[in-house]
Every structure is written in C-alpha cells, then in structure tokens.
C-alpha cells in the first residue's frame, strides 16, 4: 500500500510543475486523495458490501468534488488534476499513467445495463471539460483537447478535438507530407489541456488550410499561363495579382510589401 502512495506522489512530481514538496502534495491534491478513497470503496465493492462502497464514494466526492463509482477500474500512477467536476462512470476503466484534468466525463449513452463506460488505456491524456461517452477505447498514449466530445474509438497516439471529437493530428501528419509550406502550420496542431493556444485546430480552419492550397495553386497556374500568353505578343494580366502569404497565415499579420511578378517577363 505504501509502495503505491509513493508511486502515486511521484507522478504528481512528474507532472505538475506547481508541486514542490511531499507533505505538500500528501495535504493539497484531492485528485489523489480521492483515487485513494476509491481504491477502498473498489475493494468493498469487489467484496459485495456495495452500500457502504457506495457511501464511501459520496463521501469522497463531497469531500475532493470527484466522483469515482466504486465498481470503476483504475491503473497505475493514474492522476487527475485539480480534480473538480470529475466524474467517472461504473464499467470505466482506466490504465497506467492516465491524466484527466478537472472537469472531465467518463460518461455513458445507455441505461442498459454492462459495459457502458469508456476504457482508457495507457498514457492517455484527456483535457479539461472533455467527456467521453460510451464503451469506446481510448487507444495508447491518445490525447482529447479540452471541451471535445469523444463518442468513437481514437487511435493510439491520436489527438482528438472538437464537438464531435475529430482527430486532428494524424490529419496534420498527412498535410505535411502533401503540402511543405503548410507543414509550419501542421506542426502547431495538437493537444492543448486548456484550449487556450491560437493555434488549437478545428475542422473550419482544416477546411480553410485546405482552400488556401487551392488558391496558391490557381494562382501559379494564372502566372504561368499569362507569362506565356505574353510571350506569344498577347498582353494580359497588365495588373499584378497579389500573392498568397502562407506565413500571413500561420502568425495572423498581413504581410505589407507583397510580393508581385512581372507579366512582361
């Protein structure tokens, strides 16, 4: 048991910067005091004493504002910070080193009874105000972006965002490849635990990234076209189209001095 308690600690340490000492966290983490309660109230449930499991867990969760079922499976090293509004279901179960922030939902869709909960497997990563919904599975080391609403299975190492949850970094992966000037951008995409970076990626600004190559292409396409045309004595395109600045893009300014090119030549 005291092995376990260590362990538990060591994974603040890990991950929460704002941990500074032992005594500090053993007195002024709730996420890991209610996971200690939990394993208690689990062990009673396992033993048929499901009233007092269950009063144990009210208490818990009046007591850290997490709510943990008692019939709820939980790994190793598992950590939920802050711990406010945490509320997972009776057939979750979860794996080692998982971190949930505060106001996460490991819900389900159904009121039949079985397995109605989600399974989070090892070194998942779920953001703050994330629910995930139903028996999906969560895949190894997947990371769902805060407010996202999760009602399908995601791929290990796969981040999830938006309502409804759309994986978004294997997408950015791909874009790199097809496109090198959208790679900066692609880069940026990712998990975010608080939604709060600019650069957080929704299905809008895919489809809009998506335009923008359209448009960049088109307008190689003119340029050339009329730079031959001119060649043969025609004389069109006499007024410079501007040019698409992938960059004005990624850091939201305009570039001033835009670039132009020369019909004539």
């Known amino acids: 048991m005291f092995e376990r308690i260590k362990e538990d600690i060591d994974s603040v340490f890990h991950r929460d910067p704002a941990a500074r000492t032992t005594f500090e966290v053993l007195t002024n983490y709730p996420g890991l005091h209610a996971i200690w309660i939990h394993r208690l109230s689990h062990r009673l449930w396992k033993a048929n004493w499901k009233w007092l499991a269950r009063t144990l867990s009210t208490f818990s969760r009046w007591l850290t504002g997490v709510e943990i079922h008692p ?102 992966e791909k874009d790199q490849e097809k496109h090198a000037q959208r790679g900066r951008i692609a880069r940026k995409y990712g998990f975010d635990a608080y939604a709060v970076s600019p650069d957080n990626p929704d299905p809008v600004a895919n489809a809009i990234g998506q335009m923008l190559d359209h448009l960049h292409l088109v307008d190689t396409k003119v340029e050339e076209m009329c730079k031959a045309i001119n060649t043969m004595g025609g004389d069109v395109c006499g007024k410079a189209l501007p040019s698409l600045d992938i960059e004005a893009f990624e850091t939201g300014h305009e570039k001033k001095d835009q670039d132009s090119f020369d019909p004539h030549i």
Do not use: C
């Open 71 to 172: 019939g709820a499976t939980l790994g190793r090293r598992f950590f939920i910070d802050h711990g406010m509004g945490v509320v997972i279901g009776e057939t979750a179960e979860i794996g080692d080193d998982v971190t949930l922030y505060h106001g996460v939902t490991l819900g389900g869709t159904s009121w039949s009874a079985g397995k109605r909960h989600p399974t989070l497997e090892d070194n998942v990563v779920v953001g703050a105000g994330a629910k995930v919904l139903g028996p999906i599975t969560m895949h190894k080391g997947a990371k769902v972006g805060s407010n996202s609403v999760v009602v399908k299975d995601v791929p290990a190492n796969a981040t999830v965002v938006g309502i409804p949850g759309r994986i978004v970094m294997q997408a950015a």
